[in-house]
Structure formats: structure tokens, C-alpha cells
């Protein structure tokens, strides 16, 4: 199940729906010309088209089809295993000068790293089919939502891109005839697959995006980090809006009160979990719905921020979800679900470590190996992921179409940290609020090629993802908070704090609605708190811990402020603030003296 490249035939209705845009159609030529496929299929996302590349799919072995029974509609693909997750050291923001693209990327010139790709394009596509895929990001009627086109030479990509975005012909309409209208070129062509040919390229002066050598998820859906986080950030800071790493979720409360918030977190630190929350009986009656799990466009209007959800799937780290810590997620993966490299059970069940119940006797690793209970390789890979729609999800926002968006009342930020940072603390305002995302940090995970367990800085989360300089993007932070009225209030929130026994203080997933509940009573304001040198943090009462297994012991140390540790914290700040080279906005450097004069006081 290595290369899902070999050309396929459609019978006549299917992979012939040309959109009428000129500046399209010569746009396909020209790379048809350059990759010389084998024939180009015009996708419209319609269900017959999906029906027959699915069968296709599984005649070439790019999936294997699941237990209808078990998991309905489901299928499993398993990538090359030297490719399994983003390659940050691949990737490339290619502005005309190494400035633009800023300290924390890759940067190549436009015009070389074009001719390199150009060569590599060459005849990429022989014996292949070429997929045009038109999508839209965001509710189609959202002032917000993008058009872009991918070309691809893999099924799987356009199998993905058909749970991810809205596909098809309602983004051709959307484009229209108008030749000059605003939409995102992708290339991708999984060449031979190779991690010596491999390099995720954008150019956001064109709109444009290449991606080569890799068939995984975030390399390769140019919806998601490249158009939708990379391409986005720089399009939101030229057109005045906010494209960011982050859930929205909507709250509740018994008497119908509602709040929506968005969080960023960095990759696999629990963004999902977070999205589709179940409160603990404590909290009958309150309700938590998803507008979505990875990435939000936000935009001011009346002062307020709005934020849209521009995905329309999930495509969610595997191992770990359970009934236990995402009911929500295991119901939306029960059924029409794309695996990408989990386990295969005997009875054509899939299988991943953290999965309710015991671990089978026997199965097909991600690889296509043996694996027993006994083996020393794990059977799902720690970056393994499902694809479903956002449809699937029994927790689904009501108002995930709403092309306005919905209004923000908080952000929250947070990390994997072990130590130094509390559970929750609140921002004094918004430039603080911005300081607290500028220098969040967060012990690095499987979703990227690299070693996990190390802190690293990734300022908003978006580290990764930033598509232009970090310090013109903390400036458009500084300036979107000078045109809100209404802004929403900022909080920074740390999940896996460790005690002394190294074990996690906190117990999470469902329980974080406790801390859910003092964000939105400080936005009511009615939660108590008490002043602190890095921010508001909540009072020995203000936080409702009823009911919930936990002493004053734990909830001090989830709360406490090391002074100690906090000097070194405060150290850390400067040192990655001195190492982006003098980009960081003077306002950003003020909070820092603030915080540490704050300490002394
Ligand atoms: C993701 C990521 O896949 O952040 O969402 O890597
Ligand atoms: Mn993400």
C-alpha cells in the first residue's frame, strides 16, 4: 500500500466536470504540461465519484476496507513509513526576501525554489492521473471563505479533501468566471515518495502552494496548515482578519446562556479533546458543542471577534481516543471514516494503543507486520490519524454554517508543561493576553518528525504555521486588540502540570469544564480571583472542584507560582524573544519588564 500513483479510467459522468474559469483551465494546463500525465480528472466531490475512487482505491491496495459491521462506510490506508507526519525542516515560506518570511521559517528565493520544483514536477505525473480538486474554505456564504484548487496525483489526498473541505462543485460556483477573482493554487505530486525529494513550498505573494515527495495528511491536504494557517496568516494580516491554530467551541449553560471560546494549543496537546468535551454530571445541563478542532478565521465586526470554522472535517491524532477521554470522538470515528495508519484486528476492526478494552491477541501492525500484545513496536503509529467529517460529530454546533462566524468571549492558550505553569491564569488585557501567547512553550509531540518531550517556544501555537515574520504577526495581534471594543478576555491554561511523584496533578478531558466554568464566569463577571504576578489566578473557592476526587494539597500546587521557577521562565522569554533577532514589537518587550517587576514588588 506504498504508491497510490497508477492512473485510473472513469466511465463517462465521472472526473469530467470542468470548471469555466479561464485563468483555471490555463493554470491546469500548465502543470499538465509540465507533470505529463497520464489523463486529468475534474473532480465535483459528487457521492458517485467518491463511490468509484473508493473502489479504486481498494483494487490498487491504497485502502483495505474495514467490517462493515464494525465501522461502517470505513476504511484504513497505511503510508510509507518514512512518511508519517509534517516536516518542518521541509517546509518553506518563499517570500522575496529571507526578511518577510521572519526568523522562525525555512525561507528559499521564489524564483530558485520554482525552478527546483519545476525539475522535480517534470514528468511527475507519467502512467498517472491528475486530480484537480476545487474546494472551498469556510461556510461557502462567509465573507472569510477561500477558493483553492488542488492538483494531486493521489486518491487519497482527494478521498481526504472530501471529508476536510467543502469539495467540489459548490467551489467552482463560488469562483465564478471572473479571471482576476481571489483562489489558492496547490501542486502536489507524491514523486517517489522519497524524504530526499520532499519539500512543503509556499509562496504567499502568489497564492500559490507546492508540495512534493510526501502522501501524509498535513503535508499534502494544501487545505489545512498550508492554505488554511500558513497562506491564511499572511492573507489575514494583508486583509485585516485572523487566521489562527485553534478549536472554537460553544458553552452553554442550563439557562441557555451561551459563550463560544477558541484555544490554541500546540499539535496533539488535546485541541480535539477539548473541542468535544463532555461536562461531568457535576455540571448537569450545561452543554458543549464543536465549531471546530484545529484552525480558526476570525474577523472583527462590531468590536466583537467572530471566528469561523474553515474545515469541514477532523483530522485527529488516533492513539489515546477512547470512550474515556472523547465519547465524542469515538462516535464520530464509528462510522464513514478514513484511518490512516492504525492497526488492522483479525476481524477487520481497527485498533490503536489507548482504545477502550483489551488489546487483541493478534494484528496487522501499521506497517503491515505481525503484532501480539507481546511485541515491543507499537501497533498503531503515535501520530496515526482519522479523517471524518465534521457531520459525524453527535456534539456538532448548531451554528457551524453560520457565515458570520460566532462571537469569541475568551481565548485560551495552553502548553504540555510539566512544571512552572498553573492551571489557569487570566490576562491582565489584551497586550498581556498577547505576551502570554508570544511566549507560550509546550513539550514537542509525534505530529512532527523530531524528538518529543522537549520545551520548545511556539507562540500561539503557530510556530509551524506562521506564514510571514513573527514579529509582524505579533504586531497585527497588537493592532486587531486596538480595534476591538469587545475584545475577549485571555487566559493561558496547562493541563499536565507534575507533582513531585511525577504524576499528573490534573485530571483533564471532561473535568476541564471546571476551569471552562471560571473562564466564562470572568467573562460574566462573576468569578472571584486573586491578583498574581503573571496574571489573574483563580481563589481557593473560585474554582467549582465539587464532586471531584482531588485535596487543597493538589489544587495548591496545580495553582501555585514557584518564584523560583518563574525567574527562569521569565529567562526563557528573553532568550527566545533575543533569538528572533530584534523582530519582537517594543509593547511585547514592556510586558516582559512589567512581569518581571511585578515579582520584585
Ligand atoms: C495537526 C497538527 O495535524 O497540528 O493538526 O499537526
Ligand atoms: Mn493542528
Known amino acids: 500500500m506504498k504508491n497510490d500513483a497508477p492512473a485510473i479510467f472513469p466511465p463517462a ?54 467490517n462493515e459491521k464494525k465501522v461502517p462506510h470505513s476504511y484504513l490506508h497505511r503510508s510509507n513509513p518514512n512518511d508519517v507526519a509534517r516536516v518542518e525542516q521541509f517546509t518553506f515560506v518563499c517570500t522575496p526576501t529571507k526578511q518577510e518570511a521572519g526568523p522562525t521559517n525555512n525561507w528559499s528565493e521564489p524564483g530558485e525554489t520554482y525552478t527546483k520544483l519545476r525539475a522535480l514536477l517534470k514528468g511527475a505525473m507519467r502512467g498517472r492521473t491528475m486530480f484537480v480538486v476545487p474546494y472551498i474554505m469556510g461556510p461557502p456564504d ?62 504567499p505573494q502568489d497564492n500559490a502552494i507546492i508540495s512534493v515527495g510526501s502522501g501524509y495528511g498535513g503535508n499534502v491536504l494544501l487545505s489545512k496548515k498550508c492554505l488554511a494557517l500558513r497562506i491564511g496568516s499572511y492573507l489575514a494580516r494583508k486583509q485585516g482578519w485572523m487566521a489562527e491554530h485553534m478549536l472554537i467551541l460553544g458553552i452553554e449553560s442550563p439557562e441557555g446562556k451561551k459563550h463560544y471560546v477558541a484555544a490554541a ?41 467572530y471566528a469561523v470554522n474553515p474545515e469541514n472535517g477532523y483530522f485527529g491524532v488516533v492513539p489515546g481516543t477512547s470512550y474515556k477521554s472523547n465519547p ?27 482504545k477502550d478494552g483489551e488489546p487483541p491477541a493478534h494484528a496487522i501492525d501499521w506497517r503491515g507486520n505481525d503484532w501480539t500484545p507481546d511485541s515491543k513496536e507499537k501497533a498503531a503509529h503515535p501520530n496515526s490519524r482519522f479523517t471524518t467529517p465534521m457531520r459525524n460529530n453527535p456534539a ?66 503557530m510556530l509551524p504555521f506562521c ?27 496547562n493541563w499536565f502540570r507534575k507533582g513531585e511523584d511525577g504524576k499528573f496533578l490534573w485530571q483533564g478531558f471532561g473535568e476541564n469544564m471546571r476551569v471552562l466554568k471560571w473562564i466564562i464566569d470572568r467573562c460574566e463577571e462573576t468569578g472571584g480571583a486573586l491578583k498574581s504576578p503573571i496574571g489573574w489566578l483563580p481563589g481557593p473557592h473560585d474554582l467549582d472542584l465539587a464532586e471531584l476526587d482531588i485535596d487543597h494539597k493538589r489544587v495548591a500546587e496545580l495553582l501555585c507560582i514557584d518564584h523560583e521557577e518563574w525567574q527562569k521562565e521569565i529567562a526563557g522569554h528573553k532568550q527566545f524573544f533575543d533569538s528572533l533577532g530584534g523582530v ?18
Open 13 to 66: 459522468g465521472i472526473g469530467d466536470s470542468k470548471p469555466a474559469n479561464q485563468a483555471v483551465l490555463d493554470w491546469v494546463h500548465e502543470i499538465a504540461t509540465l507533470t505529463e500525465p497520464e489523463n486529468i480528472f475534474w473532480c465535483d466531490g459528487s457521492e458517485q465519484e467518491n463511490n468509484f475512487l473508493i473502489n479504486e482505491s481498494l483494487q490498487q491496495n491504497v485502502l483495505i476496507k474495514l
Open 142 to 203: 462567509s465573507p472569510l471563505a477561500k477558493v483553492g484548487f488542488e492538483i494531486t496525483d493521489s486518491k487519497y489526498v482527494v478521498l481526504n479533501m472530501r471529508i476536510m473541505t467543502r469539495m467540489g462543485d459548490v467551489a467552482v460556483k463560488r469562483l465564478g468566471n471572473n479571471p482576476n477573482a481571489e483562489w489558492n493554487r496547490g501542486v502536489h505530486s507524491l514523486l517517489d515518495i522519497n524524504p530526499e525529494r520532499r519539500f512543503i513550498c509556499h509562496f
Open 265 to 305: 494549543f500546540p499539535s496533539a496537546c488535546g485541541k480535539t479533546n477539548f473541542a468535544m468535551l463532555i461536562p461531568p454530571k457535576h455540571f448537569a445541563g450545561w452543554k458543549v458543542t464543536t465549531v471546530g478542532d484545529d484552525i480558526a478565521w476570525m474577523q472583527n465586526r462590531d468590536g466583537r471577534l
Open 328 to 354: 465524542n470522538a469515538m462516535r464520530s470515528i464509528a462510522h464513514d471514516t478514513l484511518y490512516t495508519n492504525v492497526a488492522l484486528t483479525d476481524d477487520g476492526d481497527v485498533w490503536w494503543e489507548g
Open 396 to 461: 456538532l454546533d448548531p451554528d457551524v454554517e453560520k457565515g458570520e462566524g460566532v462571537p469569541i468571549s475568551a481565548i485560551i492558550f495552553g502548553g504540555r508543561r510539566s512544571d512552572t505553569v498553573p492551571l489557569i491564569y487570566q490576562a491582565f488585557d489584551w497586550k498581556h493576553g498577547v505576551y502570554l501567547g508570544a511566549t507560550m512553550a509546550s513539550e514537542t509531540t509525534a505530529a512532527a518528525a523530531g524528538a518529543v518531550g522537549q520545551v520548545r517556544r511556539d507562540p500561539m501555537a
Open 467 to 493: 506564514g510571514y515574520n513573527i514579529g509582524d504577526y505579533f504586531q497585527h495581534w497588537l493592532d486587531m486588540g486596538k480595534r476591538l471594543t469587545h475584545p475577549p478576555l485571555i487566559f493561558n491554561v
Open 584 to 601: 519582537v514589537p517594543e509593547e511585547l518587550l514592556e510586558q516582559r519588564n512589567q512581569l518581571a517587576a511585578r515579582f520584585k514588588e
